[in-house]
C-alpha cells in the first residue's frame, strides 16, 4: 500500500480555544492513501504526563463542517491517547459518502478525565432527610464540566509535590485535605495550565471569580445536579443507583478503607465514586436554612458562615450518609483521612 500526500492541498486548522487542559498539538502531518483514499492525521500532543486526552478531528470544506456523519455522530474522529510524538487518527471520507479530495481537518483535545453536564433543572433535596435537605425545591444550573473522578493522589502530587494522605497509591483518591488545601491546588493547577485561577483572598474572605476560566470546586447545587445524573435524573436514593453496593465503597464493603477512584459503577453521565470512598469539598458556606430562601439560578450558598459543606459520604460511613441529597459540614481548616475533593471548571 502506497501512502502519497493528497492530490488537492490538505490543510490543518488547531482549535485551542475550547481546551481543558495544557495541550498543544503540533507537527500536524496529513497524507491520504492514492489507492483507498483515508486519510492519516499524524500529530505530536503535549500535556501532562499523568492525563489521558480525546484528541477530535473534525473534517472542514468549503466553509462547511461535516457533521452527524454516519460512524462519527456529529462527534468527529476521536481517539484517546496520551501525550507523545506521532499520534494519529484515520479517516475514510467514502465510508461517509463524501466527496474523497480536498478535506481539512480541526483539530481540538481534551483531557478525558472530565465530564461535561448540560445545564437544566433539578429538585434539590429530599423530604425525607435531615431537617436542613427540605425543602425540596427547584434550581437550575448552568452548563459545566466536572471531574469524572476524585482527585487522585497522583495528580495532587503533580501539581503540589507532596502527598498528605494516609492511605498511599497513585489511582487511591487524596485525603486528608482541608478546604483550603482544595482551593490552593484548584489555583496552582490552573496555573501551572495557563489558566486563569477562580480564587483569590485568604482565609474567610477567599471569594471566587465565576467568569475565570480555571479550576474549582463545585457549588452544592452543582454537585447534586451531577450525582443525581442532570437531567437524566431517575429519582436514585445514591448516585446512579438504589443499590448501594454498585455504585459506593461504604462502611460495609470499604474494609475500613479507601479504594482506587473508579472501581465501582459510573452513573448515567460517567462520573464515579458520587457516593462513598471520600467526602467531597463543594465551594459552598453552609446555611441550616439555605433552601427555603435558595436562588433559583446557579445558587452558590451562603455569603458567610463558620462551615463550609461536604457532600457524598465516605468509606467511614453508613448508606444514610452516601445518599445523593445529604448534606455534611465541617471547619473548611479541617483534614481527616476521608476527606478528599473533586474539581469542575465553567463551560
Not at 21 to 30: E, F, K, L, P
Not at 57 to 81: H, N, S, V, W
Not at 85 to 91: K, S, V
Not at 169 to 184: C, I, K, R, S, T
Request: a negative charge; aromatic letters at 14%; one cysteine or more.
Amino acid at each position: 500500500m502506497r501512502i502519497v500526500k493528497a492530490a488537492l492541498a490538505v490543510f490543518v486548522f488547531v482549535c485551542a480555544a475550547a481546551l481543558l487542559d495544557a495541550q498543544r498539538i503540533s507537527n500536524i502531518r496529513v497524507k491520504q492513501d492514492e489507492e483507498l483514499c483515508y486519510y492519516t492525521i499524524t500529530f505530536d500532543l503535549e500535556g501532562l504526563a499523568s492525563k489521558q486526552y480525546q484528541v477530535t478531528a473534525l473534517p472542514r470544506k468549503g466553509g462547511r463542517e461535516l457533521k452527524d456523519a454516519r460512524y462519527f455522530r456529529g462527534e468527529g474522529i476521536t481517539q484517546p491517547c496520551f501525550p507523545g510524538r506521532d499520534r494519529q487518527l484515520f479517516w475514510n471520507p467514502l465510508l461517509e459518502g463524501e466527496e474523497p479530495q480536498g478535506w481539512q481537518f480541526g483539530l481540538s483535545a481534551v483531557v478525558s478525565d472530565w465530564v461535561y453536564v448540560e445545564g437544566g433543572s433539578l429538585m434539590m433535596g429530599s423530604n425525607d432527610g435531615e431537617d436542613d435537605e427540605k425543602p425540596v425545591h427547584k434550581v437550575t444550573v448552568s452548563p459545566f464540566w466536572i471531574g469524572k473522578y476524585e482527585v487522585t493522589q497522583a495528580e495532587w502530587k503533580e501539581v503540589m509535590n507532596s502527598n498528605p494522605s494516609y492511605w498511599k497509591g497513585d489511582q487511591l483518591p487524596v485525603e486528608q485535605v482541608n478546604w483550603f488545601d482544595a482551593v490552593d491546588y484548584c489555583n496552582k493547577l490552573s496555573i501551572k495550565e495557563g489558566l486563569t485561577p477562580c480564587y483569590s483572598g485568604s482565609g474567610k474572605y477567599i471569594t471566587c471569580d465565576w467568569t475565570a476560566n480555571g479550576y474549582r470546586l463545585p457549588t452544592e447545587a452543582e454537585w447534586e445536579f451531577a450525582a443525581r445524573e442532570g437531567v437524566k435524573d431517575k429519582g436514585y436514593m445514591y448516585s446512579a443507583s438504589n443499590d448501594i453496593n454498585s455504585v459506593a465503597w461504604y462502611w460495609d464493603n470499604a474494609g475500613k478503607q479507601t479504594h482506587s477512584v473508579g472501581s465501582k459503577a459510573a452513573n448515567e453521565l460517567g462520573i464515579y465514586d458520587m457516593s462513598g470512598n471520600v467526602w467531597e469539598w463543594c465551594w459552598d458556606w453552609y446555611d441550616e436554612g439555605y433552601y427555603a430562601k435558595s436562588p433559583g439560578l446557579d445558587p452558590r450558598g451562603a455569603d458567610s458562615g463558620s462551615y463550609r459543606v461536604l457532600r457524598g459520604g465516605s468509606w467511614l460511613n453508613d448508606d444514610n450518609f452516601c445518599r445523593v441529597a445529604n448534606r455534611f459540614i465541617f471547619n473548611p481548616d479541617c483534614s481527616y483521612n476521608n476527606f478528599g475533593f473533586r474539581v469542575s471548571r465553567a463551560k
